[in-house]
């Protein structure tokens, strides 16, 4: 399905559905204006058409025999009972076209079929030559009246896809087209059955079970829509392994006897139960009591020591990551057991050490290289010209004023400033451009460099020339804001430097529209075959005025993948180009009938 045809049946999906234009742009990520463009082109291109087959006004819209019919009967709808559009049902065509296939198979002639069916010869002959078409036809009908069955059935577009081999879009317009109700996803039914189940199941496992979900995907999709799933609480009639042998009912009322009688902390109460801390947060927790740890660490006493932790713990590694990967635990679990070991302030005194004995040990390396460097340096210049001096010395300045600046090599710009003392000392004026291109530098950062070491280009540089944007043009821009092509096309079609539109869209338009989002290109094909929107303008243009395939692909220097897909897809982009022309020109809507500009821009 194309882009076109998919837009087309979702705007009468949604129209269908009450939807105004507004809700449709904002469901769509489209503008209101490329909406009503969509929605009146098709009627408009449809009402030119009389007397015309489902196959013919497929061809004309660029869209499937199938979605012409859907598009065909909304339209139908809309005009009412007395003004229905002159399309001809499929019923009778298909017919035809079976009974002259079997005829064929029979081994009638074409004479022989036009007598017995009445019709003349040359409609048989026309309706043989589609008859491949019909085919596809005959499988868009029973791929029909099948989608509308499994969606009385409650299935969804997704599994109506998968089971029929089509996308979800074809699934959508068949289902729009026969005025069948939105269906829900996979998702949403699960989320709804999770909403509705989290209310009377005890667990997790049996709201998993209930489904047919993993226990996991369930607590996903209640986390991802706000749902309270129940607590993993044990049943009533279990009992929680105790000192003593006592049930949970008994050891919550201790546990509340204790709290009524001042107890606010756990170890209190452990003491008053004669058990540990943090097997009392366990009781308290299946208790469904609230009781807070007087210090956070006893909340971890269950921890035995771990002689492997403790001495990376005194080595000073200096993140829990390192510890956790030598013992193979999670830096989580190391934290949880340095807190519990009260080793904090071992670490961070370990880590503090470590840190100021390898600065110790970097700076002292660092010094004798740079003292052994300057030494060498120093020794090397002794038998330098004066050009490599003063070309050594604007280097150092470089680098002491961009410190971080190593992604450039010291050679290159040992002998970039080599270049600009000769030039400068045989006073010859050379530009930046030209050192650009010797050093595959941005021209930019040449100018970037000189300046960083006090030294101003050999040539000025040429002051860009003022574009001036006439008024017409400027309210042709406030126009573009909502047509969905790049600033560079936009720029194309305008007549204007590409930079104009882009710093127009970006700074200086300050209205409420909004621009829609776009691509900058329609396909990419290699690092030099790209098509966009203007390039595709282009080729259809000079494929209008009569030249060749060859003399395209010779004078564009394009390859011949390109040029195929720009004309496989023209009725698309030609569609979505001419839609874009009469967003940016309104006043020229009705003369816009081609996909490139054929009027002039001042």
């Known amino acids: 399905m194309s882009l076109l045809e998919d837009r087309i049946l979702r705007i009468i999906e949604l129209k269908e559905q009450g939807l105004d234009s507004k809700a449709i742009a904002e469901d769509l990520n489209l503008s209101t204006q490329s909406i009503e463009t969509y929605y009146e082109s098709t009627r408009a291109a449809i009402s030119k058409i009389t007397n015309t087959e489902p196959i013919d006004l497929a061809s004309v819209l660029g869209i499937s025999p199938l979605a012409a019919e859907v598009v065909s009967q909304h339209y139908n709808r809309q005009n009412g009972p007395h003004n229905k559009l002159p399309i001809k049902s499929p019923g009778k065509y298909l017919d035809n076209i079976e009974k002259i296939r079997i005829l064929s198979e029979a081994g009638k002639t074409v004479d022989q079929i036009a007598n017995e069916l009445g019709l003349q010869t040359s409609t048989v002959y026309t309706y043989k030559s589609k008859m491949n078409l019909s085919k596809k036809l005959f499988s868009s009908i029973k791929n029909k009246e099948k989608v509308a069955s499994l969606l009385e059935g409650g299935s969804t577009y997704e599994a109506i896809g998968q089971a029929l081999g089509l996308t979800t879009g074809t699934v959508r317009g068949y289902a729009a087209q026969q005025g ?45 829509n706000n749902i309270q799933l ?24 201790e546990i509340k006897t204790c709290i009524k009688n001042g107890l606010v902390y756990i170890e209190d109460v452990a003491e008053r139960l004669q058990v540990q801390p943090a097997h009392c947060y366990n009781l308290c927790l299946d208790a469904d009591i609230h009781i807070l740890f007087r210090e956070q660490k006893n909340r971890y006493k269950f921890v035995k020591r771990k002689p492997i932790v403790d001495a990376l713990i005194r080595e000073g590694l200096p993140t829990l990551e390192n510890i956790g990967k030598k013992v193979n635990l999670t830096r989580e679990r190391i934290r949880q057991y340095i807190v519990a070991t009260d080793q904090q302030e071992i670490w961070d005194e370990r880590r503090r050490e470590r840190k100021n004995i390898l600065g110790t040990i970097v700076s002292q390396i660092n010094s004798v290289g740079s003292n052994l460097a300057d030494q060498i340096e120093q020794a090397r210049l002794l038998n330098t010209s004066e050009k490599e001096k003063w070309a050594y010395e604007k280097v150092q300045k470089y680098f002491e004023v961009r410190r971080w600046s190593e992604n450039i090599d010291f050679d290159l710009l040992f002998s970039l400033f080599q270049d600009y003392h000769a030039f400068q000392q045989q006073s010859k004026k050379v530009s930046l451009e030209w050192f650009a291109k ?4 941005l021209t930019p950062s040449i100018g970037r460099i000189f300046k960083d070491v006090g030294l101003k280009p050999l040539v000025l540089p040429h002051h860009k020339k003022c574009i001036v944007t006439s008024n017409y043009k400027k309210q042709c821009l406030e126009n573009a804001v909502e047509a969905p092509i790049n600033p560079v096309d936009v720029a194309y079609f305008l007549d204007i430097p ?20 776009v691509n900058k290109w329609i396909k ?26 060859e003399e395209i692909i010779e004078s564009f220097g394009l390859s011949e993948e390109l040029y195929n897909y720009a004309l496989e897809n023209k009725p698309e982009i030609s569609q979505h180009i001419m839609n874009s022309l009469r967003i940016i020109f309104p006043e020229r809507k009705e003369e816009i009938n081609k996909p490139y500009r054929e009027f002039t821009v001042e």
């Open 180 to 224: 069948l109700t939105r269906q829900y996803s996979l998702y949403e039914i699960n989320v709804k059955k999770i909403r509705n189940l989290a209310l009377i199941c005890p667990s997790v496992e049996r709201i998993a079970n209930a489904i047919g979900l993993k226990a996991s995907t369930v607590m996903i999709y209640a986390y991802q």
């Open 230 to 253: 129940p607590r993993k609480n044990k049943s009533q009639h279990e009992t929680v392994k105790v000192r003593g042998h006592k049930s949970l009912e008994e050891r919550r009322d």
């Open 438 to 441: 010797k050093y595959k530098i």
């Open 498 to 517: 590409f930079y104009v539109s882009n710093q127009f869209f970006r700074i200086h338009y300050k209205g409420d529209k909004q621009r829609p989002p």
């Open 524 to 549: 990419i094909f290699d690092l030099k075959n790209k098509l966009s929107y203007r390039f595709a303008s282009q080729i259809y243009e000079t494929l209008d005025t009569g030249f060749s395939k």
